[in-house]
């Protein structure tokens, strides 16, 4: 995957995921009610889940975003043949 494409979809999750913890905190204070979906009530637990899966996803595509290619993009030592030359 290009570099930008993973830097674009980590921040796609980490919103994701801040998304469904202020979610899951408005639960829990009580300003909006569980949400129900395909007849069952989805509690604040699983929206604590959501939140630290779309979290880590969004960790790990930053990290081959930024960080990953800056190893690669270290200079390679030259050979032995085109110091001597």
């Known amino acids: 995957m ?3 494409v993973c830097k674009f979809l980590s921040g796609f999750f980490g919103a994701l995921g801040w998304a469904h913890a202020g979610y899951a905190m408005a639960t829990s204070a009580g300003l909006v009610s569980e949400p129900t979906f395909l007849g069952r009530r989805w509690g604040v637990g ?8 779309y979290t880590a996803i969004g960790a790990g595509l930053g990290y081959l975003g930024w960080f990953a290619a800056a190893e690669e993009a270290l200079p390679q030592p030259a050979d032995e ?5």
């Open 2 to 4: 290009n570099r930008e």
């Open 46 to 53: 699983y929206m604590w889940t959501e939140a630290a899966v």
């Open 81 to 85: 043949l085109t110091r001597t030359a």
